[in-house]
């Protein structure tokens, strides 16, 4: 393939100038960062997994407005419920312009005496946008009684995606899980960028004895299975630690793991660019060596750090939310989606109420989105060859 | 070979070594040493040691004295006598109790591989070589999702489906009347029965993964002169592909046996406890609920050195397939 056939191909059609020569020269003028966003929005499904992802992290921040109930706000009267779908047209055919939901009407098997419900169209509760309904503090600053959504009365309930063995709202509690299955992912990674990219940096800077033990060590570190260890890790922690510490406790347990691939892709890109001939370039023209850092080899693998750290994200959540899941990571009041997920251990609570395995659906759509999203990055990292 | 083969054991020895340390840290993390455990536990079902009783245990672990004193009584256990120590919780020793079990996890872990490798090889070699057919585009899309699943949660959807439609459990590795029973041709037989749910749950994402890597090295070997000049000179597709090709973009897949290993051994222990399987994976949870520490870190020191006899097995076999490793002095 020839140069601008390659650089054709990295502009996109809706703002391809008229002429190829106009096109050759706003490609030679882009700055880095303009040739990668180009490649990026060229890949359709990454930049839909980006806004996924950023729909997701954005319902987490807001999942206190977002939710209709408080995180523990229990209804012991509707405890199991079924999800209430979102309705515009009753049962008589009528249409309403405001959405409703049906009430619930209470069933008990004469046999098991199971309670189960059933959606009542004799009960017609409709939806109220901004309704002031359970109070709560928004972001711990101000207290504030408005939800984006809420049915009005003593008896009304909304339970889109059903209710929990203590008849909570599974919705609300998926809102703020994920406030905690993201955070973790998100914390976590950060942790493992930092040690992982001093000590690949240390690795792949000063070679040798040093390089050769922390290769070692990463190399022991991912021979042990990681999910035993790091229910191992979990397991050490306290169990009366306050809530807030298990939390970073467990953010720390999943780094432990995850800082080893990121210093792996730094040891190998500072290899790799150490010998580059622009480095070379800048050394002969007397560049310092902090500006060679700064200037040179930071932004070139800089690109490849948020392509690690993007595919690492996905890891960390699944982790997180397999040790939840295990009873051995989260904890009450921090509801994470693993921990919601544990309800679901048991097949006969999933036989008789599938619905809480929704939270599931929710971890893997993101994972999903991350996978795409760090696939559209990794090919727009380096934006000068195909 | 020979020589290639003896380094390469050399390597291990402090691979291990760092093993072995990791784990019987995590055994000393938990707070409070094993021997109050145990009067604790005694002490709440109305029984109590006496100070013979104590006293012995203490010897025997090392307790009390300097933390690497009772690494090497531990260590020295296992080298000359097999013995990983005591489980509290059960009473036994450790090795007792998962004898049985990781038979059996070991089974199904290579079981799984070979799975894998059976499915996953063809796939990517098919996706490659049919790039953007309709066929390629949904092994790619659903390798993706694949890789996306969590074990558990598709563990747990295979389970909803079983019960909901078929109306039956596929929960468990052994008809009732085998599960206790003594190893014998009949319980293997059993046991193959009812492997084929755990098997497609914990091989997903492997063989995903591997779909992955398979068509995309096999893409990159494709474009190569080499190939180009094969067929110019007539060579049969299908000749050309096995030939060469193939055995080029393998060498990924054999270097990658050991992660593999790992990976499976991972993913595992969760499908295990979501379908009570009987293998290491549930019983290692228990014993860290219960802070049976000596158990819990004996079964992690054995996965990991597994894995690391996986690693070995994938190094020596890469070896063999790529003479460019052996010959070139036997790099890592």
Not at chain 1, 357 to 386: C, E, K, Q, S, W
Request: a positive charge.
């Amino acid at each position: 393939m020839s140069q601008s056939e390659v650089r054709a191909q990295t502009l996109p059609e809706a703002e391809a100038p008229t002429s190829a020569a106009e096109a050759e020269e706003k490609v030679l003028t882009a700055s880095q960062w303009q040739l990668m966003w180009w490649k990026f929005r060229r890949h359709k499904m990454a930049m839909f997994g980006g806004a996924f992802v950023f729909l997701m992290y954005l319902c987490a921040a807001f999942c206190e407005f977002l939710a209709p109930y408080p995180l523990d706000m229990r209804d012991s009267k509707h405890v199991t419920a079924p999800p209430q779908l979102l309705r515009w047209r009753d049962d008589e055919g009528n249409f309403h312009l405001r959405p409703f939901v049906y009430g619930l009407k209470e069933h008990v098997d004469p046999i098991s005496w199971r309670r189960t419900f059933t959606e009542d169209p004799a009960q017609i509760y409709p939806v109220y946008l901004f309704a002031r309904t359970h109070p709560y503090k928004f972001w711990g600053l101000f207290e504030t009684k408005v939800h984006l959504f809420g049915v009005k009365g003593e008896e009304a309930t909304i339970f889109l995606l059903g209710s929990d063995s203590m008849g909570r709202d599974l919705f609300s509690r998926i809102l703020y899980g994920g406030r905690i299955s993201l955070s973790v992912g998100l914390l976590g990674v950060l942790l493992s960028l930092v040690i992982g990219a001093v000590l690949g940096g240390i690795s792949g800077y000063y070679g040798g004895l040093i390089d050769n033990v922390m290769q070692r060590l990463i190399e022991v570190l991912r021979s042990i299975p990681h999910i035993p260890l790091w229910m191992a890790l979990s397991a050490a922690l306290p169990p009366g630690l306050p809530p807030q510490q298990t939390y970073f406790g467990i953010t720390l347990v999943l780094a432990v793991i995850g800082w080893t691939g990121l210093a792996r892709v730094t040891r190998g890109k500072i290899l790799s660019l150490r010998d580059e001939d622009f480095v070379m370039a800048a050394k002969i023209c007397g560049t310092s060596e902090t500006r060679i850092i700064v200037r040179h080899l930071l932004p070139s693998f800089f690109s490849y750090l948020i392509v690690s750290v993007t595919l690492s994200i996905p890891g960390m959540v699944m982790g997180e939310t397999s040790l939840s899941f295990l009873g051995l990571g989260m904890r009450p009041p921090y509801t994470s989606w693993g921990v919601l997920l544990s309800e679901a251990q048991n097949i006969g609570n999933i036989a008789h109420r599938p619905w809480i395995l929704i939270p599931g659906l929710f971890l893997i759509a993101t994972v999903f989105a991350f996978n795409f999203l760090g696939d559209g990055l990794r090919d727009a990292a380096d934006p000068y060859t195909r | 070979m020979l020589q290639y083969i003896g380094r390469r054991i050399l390597q291990m020895i402090p691979t291990v070594f760092l093993i072995s340390v990791i784990s019987f840290i995590l055994i000393q993390l938990p707070p409070g040493d094993y021997l109050t455990s145990i009067v604790a536990t005694l002490a709440q079902s109305g029984d109590y040691l006496d100070q013979d009783q104590l006293a012995q245990l203490k010897r025997q672990y090392g307790l009390g004295q300097p933390v690497y004193v009772q690494y090497a009584k531990w260590m020295w256990g296992i080298l000359s006598r097999g013995s990983f120590g005591q489980s509290f919780f059960w009473n036994r020793p450790v090795t007792e109790l998962i004898a049985d079990r990781l038979s059996i996890t070991v089974i199904l872990t290579l079981t799984t591989m070979i799975f894998t490798w059976a499915v996953g090889l063809p796939i990517g070699i098919y996706s490659a070589t049919h790039q953007y057919s309709k066929l390629d585009y949904l092994f790619t899309s659903t390798s993706f999702i694949g890789l996306a699943t969590p074990d558990f949660m598709l563990a747990l959807i295979l389970l909803y489906l079983g019960v909901v439609y078929l109306g039956k459990s596929y929960a468990g590795l052994f008809s009732p009347e085998f599960a206790d029973a003594p190893w014998s041709f009949a319980r293997l037989v059993d046991m193959m029965k009812h492997i084929i749910v755990p098997l497609i749950i914990g091989g997903t994402s492997g063989t995903a993964g591997l779909v992955r890597i398979m068509r995309g090295s096999l893409l990159d070997e494709l474009n190569k002169p080499y190939v180009i000049t094969a067929r110019a000179k007539g060579l049969s597709e299908r000749k050309l592909l096995w030939k060469y090709p193939v055995r080029v973009a393998i060498n990924p897949f054999v270097s990658t046996i050991g992660w593999t290993l790992a990976s499976l051994f991972s993913g595992g222990t969760i499908i295990a406890v979501v379908l009570g399987l009987p293998t290491v994976g549930p019983l290692m949870l228990s014993a860290l609920m219960a802070q049976d520490m000596y158990l819990a870190g004996s079964i992690l020191f054995i996965m990991s050195i597994l894995t690391v006899i996986g690693t070995l097995i994938s190094d020596l076999l890469l070896a063999w397939v790529d003479p460019r490793i052996r010959f070139e002095g036997g790099g890592r």
